[in-house]
């Protein structure tokens, strides 16, 4: 079974710096999808980034990027000029190919934003 | 932009009493999916569900949980006899099947509902 691992409970950093949240994974398949999803205080499940195992470019969304190492089953969020907006639970997510297993979370980061 | 859209946002029931979750996932979405989340943990799969029937399930969707899609536009979870344990939030997501090349499999999630057991 594939196992997701965030190793950070909780992250906290000042309004317009740099974060990086961690994830690892494990897996032995070779068809994948990576996600982060964003869950503030109301939980709603909001896509951030994702990343297809296939492609070997690090995906960007605006201020979003991940830093996707494949051989050492890594896939790290960094968040640019964090804005108040984005304090938030974060979940690493892994899917694979195909859809039928349905998504396998990590525990979540808590990310902080001190103004 | 067409969303997920679940109902009731909230559902308090007792231990015993069946509930039953709805659904409405996006129009030309294919593949549905239920997951629950217990308070202060993480999202966990339930069921994913294609072409009418189950595709597949964790070992949490045991006997008590059924799923289904009664007119082409609900997905619906039911729960038959409620316990504590089953108090969480409860997540509904589809998304478009594969029809040519890669999908990106982006999962688009209702609010979801809060279920209470009391």
């Known amino acids: 079974a594939q196992t997701v691992t965030q190793s950070q409970p909780e992250m906290s950093v000042q309004e317009a710096e740099t974060v990086t949240l961690s994830c690892t994974y494990d897996t032995s398949e070779s068809d994948y999808y990576l996600f982060w999803y964003k869950q503030p205080p109301s939980r709603q499940m909001i896509l951030v980034i994702r990343q297809e195992a296939y492609k070997q470019q690090n995906a960007t969304e605006n201020r979003f990027s991940v830093n996707f190492q494949k051989a050492a089953k890594s896939f790290s969020l960094k968040i640019s000029d964090s804005q108040l907006g984005d304090a938030a639970m974060y979940f690493c997510?892994?899917?694979?190919?195909?859809?039928?297993?349905?998504?396998?979370f990590g525990k979540g980061t808590h990310l902080i934003i001190q103004p | 932009e067409p969303e997920v859209t679940q109902t009731p946002s909230h559902q308090v029931t007792q231990m015993g009493q069946e509930v039953i979750l709805r659904c409405v996932p996006i129009s030309n979405h294919l593949y549905f999916y239920w997951y629950r989340q217990i308070l202060g943990q993480k999202v966990e799969f339930l069921v994913s569900?294609?072409?009418?029937?189950?595709?597949?399930k964790s070992e949490i969707f045991d006997d008590q949980f059924s799923v289904e899609r009664p007119d082409g536009s609900n997905f619906t979870l039911k729960i038959r006899s409620t316990k504590l344990e089953d108090s969480a939030m409860y997540f509904c997501a589809s998304i478009i099947a594969l029809t040519s090349g890669r999908p990106s499999y982006e999962q688009y999630f209702g609010p979801g509902t809060r279920l209470t057991v009391t």
């Open positions: 569900f294609y072409n009418n029937e189950i595709s597949e």
């Open positions: 997510a892994y899917l694979l190919g195909g859809g039928a297993d349905g998504l396998t």
